[in-house]
C-alpha cells in the first residue's frame, strides 16, 4: 500500500490473467502483460485525477565493487496504460474511490530461456488457437513456470500520475505486491 498525504492507493488481488503476445512468423512469445489491479481513494478535500501510470522493471545483481546484492533498474516503460473501469477521464471526488488496472508490458523476444521454459504452453496455444494473443491462467502453468513469472515482476513498481486542486501534480511510487499479481504455488 501506498500513502501520500490524504491520497491512498492500494493494490487488489488481480482478477485477471497474464496474457502472451505471440507473433506466428517469429514462433515465439514476443510481449506478456501483467495485470496490476489498484484502487485510488481520495481522502482530500478537492477533486483528484489520475493522469497515467509508468511501469519500472529492476534486476537484481551482485555489485562487484559494494559486495552486496542491489537492484538494478532494467527499463522503464511510460506508455503502460492505466484504465478505469469507468470513464477514466472523471475526477475522483473527496471520501470516494476508484479501480485501475494498469498493463505492465514485458518484452520477451529475445529471451531464449523463457520460450525453452514454456516451450509446452507455446507449442500447444500455437497449434490451437486462431488468436496470436493468449490470456494465460497459473492453473495450466507449472510450479517452475509460476516461480519464472514471479521472479520477472518481483522487484517491479509502478508510478502514478495524481493531479489535485490542493497539491497540482505530483507522483505515488508503489512497489509491486507480487502475490496479488500471481499467486505463489505449493
Not at 500500500?1 to 514476443?30: C, D, H, W
Not at 486462431?130 to 509460476?146: F, G
Amino acid at each position: 500500500m501506498g500513502l501520500a498525504s490524504q491520497e491512498q492507493i492500494v493494490q487488489k488481488v488481480s482478477e485477471r490473467f497474464p496474457t502472451f503476445g505471440y507473433n506466428s512468423n517469429k514462433e515465439k512469445v514476443v510481449w506478456i502483460d501483467f495485470p496490476i489491479e489498484i484502487i485510488i481513494r481520495n481522502k482530500t478535500n478537492s477533486n483528484l485525477f489520475a493522469n497515467s501510470a509508468s511501469y519500472y522493471g529492476y534486476v537484481k545483481h551482485f555489485d562487484i565493487h559494494h559486495k552486496r546484492w542491489d537492484y538494478r533498474l532494467l527499463y522503464i516503460c511510460n506508455k503502460d496504460s492505466i484504465i478505469g473501469y469507468v470513464d477514466n477521464n472523471s475526477y475522483i471526488s473527496p471520501g470516494n474511490e476508484k479501480e485501475y488496472l494498469i498493463l505492465t508490458r514485458h518484452p520477451m523476444e529475445k529471451k531464449e530461456e523463457f520460450q525453452k521454459i514454456f516451450k509446452n504452453i507455446i507449442d500447444e496455444k500455437s497449434s490451437s488457437m486462431t488468436s496470436s494473443i493468449w490470456k494465460v491462467s497459473s492453473s495450466i502453468l507449472s510450479n517452475y513456470q509460476i516461480k519464472y513469472l514471479r521472479r520477472m515482476i518481483s522487484n517491479d513498481s509502478i508510478r502514478i500520475k495524481l493531479y489535485s486542486e490542493e497539491k497540482d501534480v505530483h507522483y505515488i511510487n508503489i512497489p509491486i505486491d507480487v502475490d496479488k499479481v500471481l499467486p505463489e504455488t505449493n
